[in-house]
Every structure is written in structure tokens, then in C-alpha cells.
């Protein structure tokens, strides 16, 4: 589409956070404080919610608020995220997130591993460039690095291919979600645009862009066709700064992406997809637990203003699937068809707050009468979801493979056992020799199992095999290593060491 989106073609591309790995930003300034706009009256037809593109011209909205961002130390971050994933009703997970302020914590003092292994070019692989989860804390930074230079001394050929570490600015890895953050140069080429595009849609400031696959060419895999329309709805997480009207110091945003789904080549099976979503629809506002019902602020590019929409979020625990209803009226215990914008399913998946694996979105194509002549269908992207990796110090690897295949879910009979064993050993060694042992290495148990009737008998015995490595379910694909939590101090030796800087003691200029 043409309109503010030429301002920042590319916009998805730019690196995360531009400059020195070593040296992330933290920047403190007052954020921007808004008067919001009064709340339209409520719209007699079904609003264009999820067409809702930036306005036309590229002048910031004076009534969008951006939060601001908050920074704090690591630990507290993934025990924030920890202590919500482990409330047990989603309605007060959505509660303790609003109150919390969660989603404006972005964490001190994380480094880019990625940017780090191609400064020290490093031979440890990742598994792409494009999701940006290669955040560490810089304890587990250095236990990576040191561990994969003596492996490499070792094991020449071998690969070893890091997935997913943590986000920038750490925080929850949500399904479907890619965060991002702004600083230095790219503020001002990315992120200013971006601001002034943002409006308040059901609530958040976002931006949407319609765009085709061709706009991805790294990702072409993903998609059936360049041609393939692909949603891409970016929330503003937060600003550190004064926001729009002058440059902030520091954006970060959390971009999730949709493509658009054929619809089934015969009529029947259009029918029986229709029939299905509607069953589920039903169940789950008359038997899911509500989570929300509330009126919500959304922009209308059609009048150019804002106006109200009705969100009601229902989950069902048991069967592991949640509703988000958009229509332009309140609804209560049965759908209104006729004032429906959207319906938005996923699948609900405990400890995970606000993480909707593979929804599937709905939105009734309408003749001049508003009778639904048919649905558009959009599906996210998949991105994994964790409940760990909120602080930094979880890293998930891919195993070492005699073909060398990375993250790609492993063939036993093509797993290096002796490899990764070494491998293992050479990590829990290093980690323990530089004052951060690790918590543990996670597999799944049929990689254990597998590996287990290779290994001798004093490997097996090993505490290494006995206490270090653990079965955990989802980790078939690849090893899941975990940090014992590092203190402050560990993270500034860390640092120091990376950057080849002799460590100052508290007070020392």
C-alpha cells in the first residue's frame, strides 16, 4: 500500500538495536503524556477494525498515549512474568498485566549474541537473522562463547546453531510475536515514522500494514507466493524519552504477522470451515470464562477519527482455546452476525499469559444490504512461544548432527551422541569454572533415551548425565540451557571480559 508505509519501506528489517552488541541501551527520560480524545459515539455498522491502517498523512495522533518504557534489572523481569504466568484464572493474568505494567519493562545490560559471534567470528550458527531473539544476559553470553571456542577446538566440522535466547529488552516470547527496539540512528530512519503512524486501535497504539510475501524475501519458505497478502500489526511496547514531537531515546515495538488463507477451492468445504468456526464461536461465549467485555477505543480510517468497538475475550481451559469477539455492539452469552467485525481463535496454553498460538482470524465480507457474503481468513505466523526466556538466561540450541542440519527437528539416527555429549560436558564445565553454573540442560526424553543406550557406563553415571541434563517435554528439536541466576556482579564481570576490559571495582572511574 502506498500512504505513510512508503516512509519506512523496509521497516521490518532494521537491525534491532544498531551500534556496539556490548553496548545496549539504557536511556531514562520523562515519557509522553497525552490528553486522550473523547470517545466517539458508537458506530451503527461493523467497523473496519482489522483494516484499521495508519491515517492518511503521516501527523501523530495528539490523543495516543505511549507508554513509557521502564527499565529494570533482569531477574526482576522474568519473575514479574513467572509470577502471572502462574495465576491460574486468565482474567486475572489480563488484570495483574495492566496493573504490572509488564509490557513496559525492558530489561538493563542485555547483549546481542549474535553480534558478539560475528565480532569474534565465532563459528557457532544461528538459526536465522530475522526474529532478533539473540539477547543475553552477559553471563550467559560468555558461557556460550567460551564453551563453543573450546568445542570448535575439539570438533572442527561440527555446527552448532543457537535458536531462540531472549527478545531485546527480554520480557515474555509470546506465539506469533517478533519485539524490537529502536535506538540511536534508527530511532529517527524507523521509528519516528512508525510513531507517527500509530493510532489507538482496540486500545493499544499500532500500526497495521498491508502488504504481499514479496516484502519477506529472507522468509519466502513461509509463504505459498510472493503475492500472498500479509498483515503486519506492530504495537508500540513503549517509548524512553519525550516521544512524538521529538525523537525518543530508545522505541521498542512487538510485531506480529498474518497471511492471508485461500478459501477452499470447493463450496462444501467452505461451508463445513464456516460451520466449524461458527460451532466454536458459540461454545465458547456461552461456556468460556470471561476475561474481558468492555468497550474499547479503535480508529476508523473510513471517517478518520475514532470510534467505539465491543471486545469480549473468553477462554476454555479444558479444552485449551480462547475467543476474542470484535463487533460495534455489546453481546452477551450468543453472537450477533450481524454486528461482528471480527473473530479472532487460538489455542489458550497455561503459564503463558497473552500468548495466542495459531489464531485465526475471521472477518465477514458484506454485500450493500451487510448480509455476509463470504470471510476473509487470516493466520499468524508462527513464532514459538516460551515460559522461559524472559530474563536472559535461557538459550536453546540445536544438537549436534552428523549432517549438520541446526534447529531442524533432529533424526536420531543422525544425532552425534558423542558430540553432543561433549558438548554438554564442555558447557556445564565452562560455566561452572567462570562462577555461573548452569541450572540445567533440557531434553526431551527420547533424545535421553536415545543418547542414554550410546553413552559408557561412567558417562551415564556422570553428574553431568545424572544432575545436569533433565527431560523436559519439547525439547526433541533441540537442548534448552539454563543459567543459575547470575547477580548483578556476575553479569559486570562477564561484560567486562567480553569487552577485554580489566573489571573496575565499585567506585573505581
Known sequence: MAGPFAIASGLFFVAFAVGDPLAPAHVEGAPLHTAPAAIAPDAARALAVGHALVARG????????LPP??????????????SIGLLDAPADQVKAIAQSGVR????????DVRGLAEALASPIGFRDDTRGRSWARPALARVLLRAQARFAGEYPSARLTVGDIAQPGCGQLAYGTLVRQFAGASVAMVAQPLLRAARRVLGEPMVLQETTAAEFPDEKDR???????VLVETRVLGVAGNGVGAAPDLVRTATRRFVQLPPPKKARAAQRQVAKMRAAVERLLASGELVRHQAVRTWDPDRGEEVVAWLQHRVDKRKGLQLHWIGSRAIAGAPHWESLVEVRLSSWKPGKPESFAGELRWRPQRDEAGTVAGWDRWKMLHEAGHMSHAGGRDAD??????DNRGMSHVRLKKLDVAA???????LAETAQQLGTPLEGIFVGKHVRHHMNRRLSRDHRQADLWQNVVKVVPGHDAHHHVRLAMPTAHD????LAELKGEPVRSAGTR
Open 69 to 82: 518504557l521502564r527499565w529494570v534489572d533482569p531477574a526482576l523481569a522474568e519473575t514479574v512474568w513467572a
Open 223 to 229: 509463504f505459498d507466493h510472493t503475492d500472498q497478502r
Open 397 to 402: 540450541l540445536g544438537f549436534v548432527t552428523v
Open 58 to 65: 503521516a501527523h501523530a495522533d495528539p490523543g495516543l498515549v
Open 491 to 494: 553479569d559486570a564481570v562477564a
Open 104 to 111: 513496559g519493562l525492558a530489561c538493563r545490560d542485555l547483549v
Open 420 to 426: 553432543t555429549y561433549r558438548w554438554m560436558e564442555l
